[in-house]
């Protein structure tokens, strides 16, 4: 509440509050599905503005915390090869595999670069032929695209020192999991901002057309997450499913048509496994055979099967955070064993992850 | 981390762009973007130029992501407690 006070626009919020109130009479599950959603909805105190009958989850938007053990595993992994040099963007710095994390790694001499751009990554293989630099890819098809331009950039340079670790994920098929998962039940979707950038709004219309779930891509302003909402409590309680785009400004119907060719171009659907939700068909990339020079898991012939099941941590419940079911107040560690400081799990490293909200801001 | 910062294009060589965002020059790319031109404000995301956007949403977004400590040059929250 304190910082709704900042927002010069306090007089709308206060009629968006007002309406969604009004709106609705029964209790409804809405799942804010991005991480940058989770990070300002507790950072901007949403949910005190929402009247007790909407209930607002968070899901697995945030893409280091859904990153698999395995995943993470099989890239420190590769740090043990002769000449590797493991770039990564700085959220994954932390993140515990089963035997340590990217920092730990290099506090033991293993050489490791935390990168802004893939393209960063490019430029250090192109600048260090004796190196082998190994970009690993996360993140969902906001930042797959960013790769696939840095990985065709790579091969237009001939850059054999070069290769990707790829562990991306799509947002729709775990979307089409959630929406189907009689346990979660979930009422309502407000869908990711920037991943819809990219992708526009056709990849989603089956949750409301088939799976008869309300959506709406919302921004990330107090007012534009209120707005969703209350497009999502309308439909809600008029019974209706529809795909409502609420950030026009910047999330075009066809998304971006560039990104999206250049993105298909390098990659192909595969299946992959989601921390805490488990395998999902389809919702993974994997790097096309005719870029296999450049594919980190054929490169260094990485046995992905050892690694598909590695188990999670024990107690640690981002499992059933990431699909809504369990607060971080469920987990026992949390705020305990489990601070930003000492991460247990990865929805506490990553400042987007639902646990660091929490903890950061407090929430009750 | 899916965050984009919108910038403004200063300079564009090929699929090379120098952006301007809170003073600092930053070289990102633009093939993502059919004819990016300088003066266009852009939506950056790892470096990487993802939209186009206008003056006005530039400037809007940038004051919000501000207001919620996030680094308004490379995405990162800069306010993080651990
Ligand atoms: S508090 Fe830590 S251990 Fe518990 S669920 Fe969150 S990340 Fe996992």
Known sequence: MRLVDEFRDAEAVAGLREAIARRLSRPAKIMEVCGTHTMAIARAGVRQLLPPTVSLISGPGCPVCVTAQGEIDAFLALGECPGVVLASFGDMLRVPGSTGSLETLKARGTETRVVYSPMDAVRLAAASPEKEVVFFGIGFETTVPTVAAALLEACRLGLRNFSVLSAHKRVPPALAALATDPELAVDGFLLPGHVSVILGLEPYRFLAEQHQIPCAIAGFEVTDILEGILHLVTQIADGRAALANQYPRVVRPEGNPTARALMERVFTPTDAVWRGIGPIAASGLALRPEFAPWDARQKFALDWDRFANVPEPPACRCGDILKGIASPHDCPLFGRGCTPARPIGPCMVSSEGTCAAYYRYQIG | ?82
């Open chain 2, 1 to 82: 981390m899916c965050l984009a910062v919108p910038m403004q294009v200063k300079r564009v060589e090929g699929h090379d762009a120098v952006v301007e965002q809170a003073g600092a020059a930053l070289n990102i790319r633009t093939d993502l973007l059919d004819e990016v031109a300088a003066g266009d404000y852009v939506l950056v995301h790892a470096g990487y130029a993802i939209q186009r956007v206008d003056e006005d949403e530039a400037r809007e977004t940038l004051a919000l992501l501000r207001m919620f400590g996030i680094d308004t040059q490379t995405g990162q929250t800069t306010d993080a407690t651990g």
